[in-house]
């Protein structure tokens, strides 16, 4: 497992310091200021946008004011890319990158940083958690990818984001729901707060079905959860012990927990949404 020093989730301040934008506008690649990390203006055409970006669109509304205000005063935030090749990669900035092409600036100011890929990954997801630039369905990719790519648990990629661990595990589990919710969370016609309601439902069938509706009639927040309620019926009449029983098994382990019990006996079910969370989940059961 790779190890890193240090958590990135404090924020991305002391990584980018300020610039004058006023001197944006030349197409000379030049030292501007050094800090221990080297500050240049960047050729627009030596920049290529990063393959792994968490992003996935962009708004059209959002680039033309970016766009707008970039005309006006240039990049007030420089870019953080790394070398490769014959030019560099975009770590964090693209779409102040892509602004910049578009208001014909020759260059642009950037801090420009030697980074590993997992390093790559991490800055550009915190940085675009913090301006919230991603969509619920972008931000659990992200998380997903960093475990999955960097053999990392969801209390690490936790630790890394400036989260606790049962929010990435909510991001996460929002990649269980069908393609179609999906799609709907990243373009914003289902709030996070309905999706993670639809969770709920043990079927895709039936998560399918309540989402139509949803949309069909404009379902609030609170109309999707009493939609919901009756299927629990079992668990609102239940001992207030089990209930707390429940609610102690998904702290400890971070994911849905149901006790169905029948007199003495009964069952524990424990959901799991990737083999890296089951795996996760074994290795807590047996410390």
Do not use: C
């Amino acid at each position: 497992m790779m190890q890193k020093k240090g958590s990135l989730g404090r924020g991305l301040g002391s990584l980018i310091p300020t610039f004058d934008s006023k001197k944006n506008q030349e197409g000379s690649e030049r030292r501007v200021a050094a800090s221990g990390n080297e500050m240049l203006n960047v050729s627009i055409d030596k920049i290529s946008p990063n393959p792994k970006q968490p992003r996935e669109s962009f708004s059209h509304e959002e680039m033309e004011e970016l766009i707008s205000s970039i005309k006006e005063h240039g990049v007030l935030q420089p870019l953080i890319l790394t070398p490769k090749d014959d030019g560099y990669e975009i770590i964090a900035g693209e779409r102040r990158w892509r602004a910049s092409k578009a208001a014909g600036l020759r260059a642009v100011p950037a801090l420009v940083r030697s980074v590993k890929e997992q390093e790559k990954l991490e800055i550009s997801l915190i940085e675009n958690i913090q301006r919230q630039n991603l969509s619920p369905i972008e931000e659990a990719k992200a998380y997903k990818r960093l475990m999955d790519e960097f053999n990392l648990t969801q209390e690490e990629v936790a630790k890394k984001m400036g989260k606790s661990r049962p929010q990435v595990a909510n991001f996460i589990r929002l990649l269980a729901l069908p393609l179609e919710v999906q799609e709907a969370v990243a373009a914003g016609e289902l709030p996070y707060t309905q999706a993670r309601t639809l969770l709920a439902l043990d079927s895709p069938r039936a998560r399918m079905k309540l989402f139509r509706k949803i949309i069909k009639e404009k379902l609030t927040v609170r109309d999707t959860e009493k939609k919901v309620a009756p299927r629990a019926k079992i668990e609102v009449k239940r001992d207030l012990a089990i209930t707390d029983k429940e609610e102690r098994l998904r702290d400890a382990l971070g994911t849905k927990v149901s006790i169905k019990k029948r007199g003495q006996s009964g069952q524990i079910m424990i959901e799991f949404y990737s083999d890296e969370e089951l795996g996760e989940i074994v290795d807590r059961i047996s410390e």
